[in-house]
Structures are given as structure tokens and as C-alpha cells.
């Protein structure tokens, strides 16, 4: 009680609650961050931005199935990773996606790329790997005769609160990005991250062997 009769102890511990109320919403909502994109591109619409056009600049006026908007998402996402990039990629051949990577893996980003055995002995996508693996990358190859490394996706900082996977349809190629019905889904649920990570690593740990190809 303080001198003109007024009980302070109920006031305080009111504005404790709230204020550790704050707190724990703030926490929960970080832990829980449900952000959620899907980028669809369509054989024949329009395009505004041709993804083959290293000047074009995708914007928020572009139109909805925009295959540059879509090849600028995933190389501002690749940009943006702080701690690891896991990719497994059945067929890996866009060269400014490579780029995006090769800077990340220069900044000290841990990158892991796995991707179709078939795919890496094509005159296609062989480049891609093996300039990755040329600078340092970790790359292997998976599959064997028919059995394909079917998958598409790639996680950035996948163990994260704000990490990202990608998945979906498209292969990091040009014609995946310039002439394909393709999806791309962005997800940063926690428990599906998880299972993603957890399925990369058995892949990488049980299903690939280094990718080998001598410096030319
Ligand atoms: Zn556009």
C-alpha cells in the first residue's frame, strides 16, 4: 500500500504479464513463420521477361506467369543464404543459377549438390557440375541406369527459422525457365524442411558417390 492507500502490486504484475506475454507471441511467431509462395510458368502465355535476358528486370508489374520473375526469385534466394544450400537437382544447366551458387559457396555458404548420374554425363548439364565442383563444391551423382534422381528441390539455410525450400517441378535449365508448364512452391514450414533435410542427407549419405570428371 503505498501512502494515499493505492495497491501498486496488481498494477506491476499486470504490466509483467503483458509485457512477458509480448515477448513469448514475438518468440512463437518466429518459431513458427509460416511463409508460403508458389510460382507456376505456362508454355504460351505471354512473357514479359525473357529469363535468358541477363538485363531483363522482373518487377511487380510483371504478369502473373513471368518466367523471368520466377528465375530472379530463386537467384535472390540462392544470394540471400547465410549458412547452407542443399540441392538435388535431377538436371542442373542454367548458368546464372550457377553463378548465384558459385557465390554463395565463395562466401562460405556450405553447399551440397547432388544430382542425376545420367544428367552429369550429358553434354548439357555437365558443365554446370563440373565448374561447381572445379571450385571447391561438394558434388555428387545419384541414380543408376533407368533409376533416376527424379527429385527437384533445394533448401537454403533449411535448419533456419527463416530458411526456404524449393520444390517442384522445374529443373534448373533454360528450357525448364523458357518453354515448360513448370511450378515452384517456396515453404518455410519447420516440420517440412525437416523431412526434406533429413531425406538429402540420406541420398547424400547413402544413395551418391562423389562426381568425378577430370579438369579439362
Ligand atoms: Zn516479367
Known sequence: MT???VNI???LIGIIAL?????????????????????????GEPQCCN???????????CRKYCMGKLLKKIMDRINSAKHSICIAMYNFSNHRIADCVLRAHRRGVKVRLIID???????ESKTQAKRLKDAG???????EGDKLMHHKFCLIDGTTAKGLLLTGSLNWTYGGLSKNCENVAFINNRRV????????????????VPFFRERA
Open 137 to 143: 563444391i561438394h558434388v555428387k551423382v545419384s541414380g
Open 19 to 43: 509485457l512477458l506475454f509480448v515477448v513469448l507471441y514475438d518468440w512463437y511467431k518466429k518459431m513458427t513463420i509460416n511463409h508460403h509462395e508458389v510460382y507456376f510458368v505456362m508454355m
Open 3 to 5: 501512502d494515499d492507500g
Open 117 to 123: 548420374k545420367s544428367m552429369s554425363e550429358s553434354n
Open 193 to 208: 524442411k525437416h523431412l526434406y533435410r533429413d531425406a538429402f542427407d540420406h541420398i547424400w549419405n547413402k544413395y551418391s
Open 9 to 11: 502490486v496488481p498494477l
Open 51 to 61: 529469363p535468358n535476358d541477363a538485363n531483363a528486370s522482373p518487377n511487380n508489374n
